[in-house]
Protein backbone atom coordinates (compact mmCIF):
# COMPACT_ATOMS: atom_id res chain seq x y z
CA UNK A 1 0.00 0.00 0.00
CA UNK A 2 1.70 3.26 -0.93
CA UNK A 3 2.02 5.92 1.85
CA UNK A 4 -0.57 8.16 0.19
CA UNK A 5 -3.19 5.85 0.43
CA UNK A 6 -2.72 4.45 3.56
CA UNK A 7 -2.89 7.92 4.97
CA UNK A 8 -6.63 8.64 3.26
CA UNK A 9 -7.79 4.77 4.59
CA UNK A 10 -6.38 6.09 8.00
CA UNK A 11 -8.40 9.68 7.69
CA UNK A 12 -11.32 8.26 6.54
CA UNK A 13 -11.64 5.80 9.25
CA UNK A 14 -11.21 8.79 11.75
CA UNK A 15 -13.81 10.44 10.14
CA UNK A 16 -16.12 7.22 10.50
CA UNK A 17 -15.27 7.01 13.82
CA UNK A 18 -15.97 11.07 15.00
CA UNK A 19 -19.47 10.25 12.94
CA UNK A 20 -19.78 7.16 14.84
CA UNK A 21 -19.22 9.15 18.15
CA UNK A 22 -22.04 11.57 17.40
CA UNK A 23 -24.85 9.54 17.92
CA UNK A 24 -24.67 7.47 21.39
CA UNK A 25 -26.06 10.91 22.87
CA UNK A 26 -29.17 11.08 21.00
CA UNK A 27 -30.26 7.15 21.04
CA UNK A 28 -29.97 7.52 24.69
CA UNK A 29 -31.76 10.77 24.74
CA UNK A 30 -34.64 9.04 23.19
CA UNK A 31 -34.74 6.02 24.93
CA UNK A 32 -37.93 5.23 26.88
CA UNK A 33 -38.27 3.79 30.35
CA UNK A 34 -38.09 -0.40 29.18
CA UNK A 35 -35.63 0.18 26.52
CA UNK A 36 -32.24 -1.60 27.12
CA UNK A 37 -29.52 -1.09 23.87
CA UNK A 38 -26.89 -3.31 23.96
CA UNK A 39 -24.08 -2.91 21.54
CA UNK A 40 -21.59 -5.09 20.55
CA UNK A 41 -19.69 -6.92 17.46
CA UNK A 42 -20.37 -10.44 15.77
CA UNK A 43 -16.46 -10.63 16.42
CA UNK A 44 -13.10 -10.00 17.99
CA UNK A 45 -10.03 -9.99 15.18
CA UNK A 46 -6.34 -11.06 16.09
CA UNK A 47 -4.49 -8.52 15.16
CA UNK A 48 -1.16 -10.59 14.36
CA UNK A 49 -3.46 -12.98 12.53
CA UNK A 50 -3.89 -12.00 8.35
CA UNK A 51 -7.56 -13.77 8.57
CA UNK A 52 -10.43 -11.57 9.22
CA UNK A 53 -12.41 -15.05 11.01
CA UNK A 54 -13.76 -15.20 14.52
CA UNK A 55 -10.81 -15.30 16.41
CA UNK A 56 -9.55 -14.81 20.10
CA UNK A 57 -10.11 -11.54 20.91
CA UNK A 58 -12.93 -10.39 23.03
CA UNK A 59 -15.84 -7.88 21.58
CA UNK A 60 -17.00 -4.59 24.07
CA UNK A 61 -20.59 -4.94 25.82
CA UNK A 62 -22.11 -2.15 26.33
CA UNK A 63 -25.49 -2.22 28.08
CA UNK A 64 -27.11 0.99 29.46
CA UNK A 65 -30.63 2.38 29.24
CA UNK A 66 -33.05 4.15 31.97
CA UNK A 67 -33.59 1.15 34.46
CA UNK A 68 -29.76 -0.14 34.00
CA UNK A 69 -27.87 -0.63 36.85
CA UNK A 70 -24.49 2.21 36.40
CA UNK A 71 -21.05 0.74 36.71
CA UNK A 72 -21.94 -2.95 36.29
CA UNK A 73 -18.95 -5.18 35.22
CA UNK A 74 -20.12 -7.71 32.89
CA UNK A 75 -16.64 -9.19 32.60
CA UNK A 76 -15.46 -11.23 29.77
CA UNK A 77 -18.67 -13.28 28.73
CA UNK A 78 -18.04 -17.17 27.87
CA UNK A 79 -20.03 -16.86 24.68
CA UNK A 80 -21.51 -14.31 22.40
CA UNK A 81 -24.87 -16.63 23.29
CA UNK A 82 -25.16 -14.89 26.63
CA UNK A 83 -26.60 -11.80 24.52
CA UNK A 84 -29.19 -14.11 22.88
CA UNK A 85 -30.11 -15.32 26.35
CA UNK A 86 -30.74 -12.26 27.80
CA UNK A 87 -32.36 -10.62 25.12
CA UNK A 88 -34.76 -13.35 24.77
CA UNK A 89 -35.63 -13.61 28.60
CA UNK A 90 -36.61 -9.72 27.67
CA UNK A 91 -38.79 -11.28 24.84
CA UNK A 92 -40.25 -14.14 27.30
CA UNK A 93 -38.76 -16.84 25.38
CA UNK A 94 -36.05 -19.24 26.29
CA UNK A 95 -32.82 -20.21 24.63
CA UNK A 96 -30.47 -23.35 25.67
CA UNK A 97 -27.33 -21.94 25.06
CA UNK A 98 -25.71 -19.12 26.95
CA UNK A 99 -26.21 -17.26 30.01
CA UNK A 100 -28.21 -14.37 30.89
CA UNK A 101 -26.69 -11.01 32.47
CA UNK A 102 -29.94 -9.64 32.36
CA UNK A 103 -30.46 -10.13 36.36
CA UNK A 104 -26.81 -8.29 37.03
CA UNK A 105 -28.19 -4.96 35.20
CA UNK A 106 -31.39 -4.57 35.92
Known amino acids: MRLGTLILASLCACAALDAAGA??????A???DGDLPIVTADRGNDPSEPS??????SVPLP??????????NLATRATLSD??????????????KGTSFLEAIL
Open 23 to 28: WPPAIL
Open 83 to 96: IGRAVAEVCETHLE
Open 52 to 57: TGHSRE
Open 30 to 32: ALA
Open 63 to 72: VCGPQAKRGV
